[in-house]
């Protein structure tokens, strides 16, 4: 290595004020005021995606990362709380079930509720899987309070929750932030980028008025279209379309509209799907679709023709395809957000993406210079958390009954990926499933969709047998009971929002 590339680092620029980039550049002036000269660009004219507000509990760790006052933080981002995610007409028309976060009943021996579930299911003694998890009951219930950790033996102790946010306040409460720890915002267009001749990383940028900003280190926050890690550095996209076709979405903001549910809804449509996302001051709706199963046209029509409150402003249409740059961290540059890539928001996976990528990157900060074993180290576990969010996804649309449009014939009959492939034939056999290293989603949630898309096992564990029927029963009416009975005493979750954190 040269003495260049040895060179110790000390000017981060991150390129790009969307969530991504003041998400990345909260949590650096955070932990590196001082040591960091960080700077931030961007540009009003430009925009950003002004979509992305329904996340996962992943990023209360973010927030304590960031020391945040979670009433503080809804109150400011006109959120609410969620519980979970509802899918309606996945499985088939007319079905409903719910992703929900957090634990289901509880473990009995070697196994989990689900297994003893499926023995009692089969003999017809066992209620809807959902009311063995206190998200769900919940959740159908409009009610919503925190887990009290004092209450560990209850289901009290066990409430898992996320938020919903208006992403242009987040941004702008986390600018505020960001600047109140050390970083410098540069308003204006990147209208150049300039590599180093000899080995290709990246040397500065230059902006439209002719400065030109020098960096050691420069994080691409610019959104699709990946101003520095795909346009100046070709770096390349592995693209997933044919496992999830879906590539364009519509969203458009409408007034606030009652229940104020704690959860997200999905509802599938003939060619995609529509998200509903409660905010106290509105209510987010969009239309995710297949543009090769149906025009924008129709997209449309059918998105205005289902919308949940009066529209408040005009659609925001944008494409996308689904996939992954083939290096998110290359030479000098890492990707952040959707210039990384994109796995469409069908579990509301973006926002932690950037997390997850903003956190490995500290945890694999270089300093002096760019150590190839690093980014190799950084890449794979990227990729891996990327493919597993991907198959996850990919299983909602594969594990269907629909056959009612091309869209859904084409999803139910396609090859998945290897990985998703063993992961359903170990399911369907008898209900086992097994969390591989660090991927995202947990054994619940893998559980939850395989039951919720109509996978049902063929068996059960045999260790199920182990328990005597009686005990089994009694041990799933126990949590079914207790559950409903905490739920009785959780206040609404409008009221909630009211007393704690109200706009
Ligand atoms: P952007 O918001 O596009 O920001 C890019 C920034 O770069 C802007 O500030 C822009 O001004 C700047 N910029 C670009 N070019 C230049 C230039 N030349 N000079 C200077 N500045 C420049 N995620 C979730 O977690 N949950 C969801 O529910 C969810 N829903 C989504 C729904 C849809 C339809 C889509 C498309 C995405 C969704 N996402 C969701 C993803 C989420 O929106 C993004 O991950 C998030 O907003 C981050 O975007 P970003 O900051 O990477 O890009």
């Known amino acids: 290595m040269d003495g260049r590339t040895m060179q110790q680092i000390k000017r981060i620029l991150i390129v790009g004020g969307g969530t991504a980039g003041w998400m990345t550049a909260a949590l650096l002036g955070k932990l590196f005021q001082g040591l960091y000269e960080i700077t931030l660009i961007e540009s009003e004219?430009?925009?950003?995606?002004?979509?992305?507000e329904a996340t996962?509990?992943?990023?209360?760790?973010?927030?304590?990362?960031?020391?945040?006052?979670?009433?503080?933080?809804?109150?400011?981002t006109?959120?609410?709380?969620?519980?979970?995610?509802?899918?309606?007409?996945?499985?088939?028309?007319?079905?409903?079930?719910?992703?929900?976060?957090g634990v289901i009943g509880q473990d009995l021996g070697w196994l989990r509720c689900h297994q003893y579930w499926l023995k009692m299911r089969a003999m017809g003694r066992a209620a809807d899987f959902s009311a063995?998890?206190?998200?769900?009951?919940?959740?159908?219930?409009?009610?919503?309070?925190?887990?009290?950790?004092?209450?560990?033996?209850?289901?009290?102790?066990?409430?898992?929750?996320?938020f919903q946010f208006d992403a242009g306040l987040y941004a702008r409460y986390l600018r505020g932030y960001a600047e109140a720890h050390g970083v410098t915002r540069r308003e204006g267009k990147v209208a150049d980028v300039t590599l180093r001749g000899d080995d290709g990383f990246v040397e500065s940028v230059t902006m439209a008025d002719g400065e030109t900003i020098a960096a050691d280190l420069f994080i691409d926050c610019s959104?699709?279209?990946?101003?520095?890690?795909?346009?100046?550095?070709?770096?390349?996209?592995?693209?997933?379309?044919?496992?999830?076709?879906?590539?364009?979405?519509?969203?458009?903001?409408?007034?606030?509209?009652?229940?104020?549910?704690?959860?997200?809804?999905?509802?599938?449509?003939?060619a995609g799907w529509q998200w509903r996302i409660p905010l106290q001051h509105r209510t987010g709706n969009g239309h995710v679709y297949s543009s090769a199963h149906i025009s924008d046209e129709e997209a449309e029509a059918q998105l205005l023709a289902n919308?949940?409150?009066?529209?408040?402003?005009?659609?925001?249409?944008?494409?996308?395809?689904?996939?992954?740059?083939?290096?998110?961290?290359?030479r000098n540059c890492v990707a952040v957000g959707l210039a990384s890539g994109f796995l469409?928001?069908?579990?509301s996976t973006s926002i932690h993406l950037i997390q997850s990528t903003i956190i490995r990157l500290v945890r694999l900060l270089p300093d002096r210079g760019f150590d190839p074993a690093t980014i190799a180290e950084f890449n794979r576990q990227t990729d891996f958390e990327y493919a597993r969010i991907r198959d996850f996804i990919i299983l909602h649309y594969k594990a269907t009954s629909r056959d009612d449009t091309a869209f859904w014939r084409q999803c139910r009959d396609m090859e998945v990926p290897d990985t998703l492939q063993r992961k359903i034939d170990l399911f369907a056999a008898n209900g086992r499933i097994f969390r591989e290293d660090d991927e995202l989603f947990t054994e619940e949630s893998w559980i939850q969709v395989f039951l919720g898309q109509g996978v049902i096992p063929r068996g059960y564990d045999p260790l199920v047998d182990i328990k005597p029927e009686a005990q089994v029963e009694e041990y799933l009416g126990n949590i079914q009971r207790v559950i409903a009975r905490c739920v009785g005493l959780m206040p609404d979750h409008a009221e909630f929002v009211a007393k704690t954190c109200a706009a």
């Open 132 to 162: 063995y998890s206190i998200n769900s009951a919940a959740a159908r219930a409009n009610k919503f309070m925190r887990a009290d950790p004092k209450m560990a033996e209850s289901p009290i102790g066990h409430i898992a929750h996320a």
């Open 78 to 101: 006109q959120g609410s709380f969620k519980l979970g995610i509802e899918f309606v007409d996945w499985a088939h028309r007319g079905d409903a079930y719910f992703h929900s976060f």
């Open 223 to 270: 959104g699709f279209r990946g101003l520095i890690i795909e346009q100046a550095m070709k770096t390349g996209y592995e693209n997933w379309t044919h496992w999830l076709p879906c590539d364009r979405a519509i969203a458009v903001p409408c007034a606030r509209t009652e229940p104020f549910t704690p959860y997200t809804r999905a509802t599938a449509r003939t």
């Open 307 to 330: 919308l949940d409150g009066a529209q408040l402003a005009d659609t925001n249409k944008l494409r996308f395809a689904t996939g992954k740059r083939r290096q998110i961290w290359n």
């Open 56 to 76: 996962i509990p992943a990023i209360k760790k973010y927030n304590e990362l960031l020391e945040l006052d979670e009433n503080d933080f809804v109150r400011r």
């Open 344 to 347: 469409e928001p069908l579990e």
């Open 45 to 52: 004219e430009i925009g950003t995606v002004g979509v992305g």
